[in-house]
Nanobody, 123 residues
Framework: QVQLEESGGGLVQPGGSLRLSCAASGFPLDYHAIGWFRQAPGKEREGVACISGSTGNTYYPDSVKGRFTTSRDNAKNTVYLQMNNLKPEDTAVYYC????????????????WGQGTQVTVSS
């Protein structure tokens, strides 16, 4: 049974950092891509990071490049999203999602999703 569980969200001041975790079960990370997405109220869900299955290559949109980093620990079957220099516009519910092998920025291409974790950036 495939399951994804995010943790690590919270309230942080602008310029601060958070690390989100996505604990995965029911499938091996090294054959699956894990995407990180976020959704703010009234906005569409958007991808913010992805780590591919076999190669472990990572991808980021320009909006977070240089501030967000995703990585994985295959032994723990966990993927991380390190977020630095957070801005108020980063406020959203953050999700991790899984699909086979390669990354894709379309949420509809992902097969399973976690329940999400709230990130609020505010002074």
């Amino acid at each position: 049974q495939v399951q994804l569980e995010e943790s690590g969200g919270g309230l942080v001041q602008p310029g601060g950092s958070l690390r989100l975790s996505c604990a995965a079960s029911g499938f091996p990370l090294d054959y699956h891509a894990i995407g990180w997405f976020r959704q703010a109220p009234g906005k569409e869900r958007e991808g913010v990071a992805c780590i591919s299955g076999s190669t472990g290559n990572t991808y980021y949109p320009d909006s977070v490049k240089g501030r967000f980093t995703t990585s994985r620990d295959n032994a723990k079957n966990t993927v991380y999203l390190q977020m630095n220099n957070l801005k108020p516009e980063d406020t959203a519910v953050y999700y991790c999602a899984v699909r086979e092998h390669v990354c894709n920025w379309s949420p509809s291409r992902y097969d399973y999703w976690g329940q999400g974790t709230q990130v609020t950036v505010s002074s």
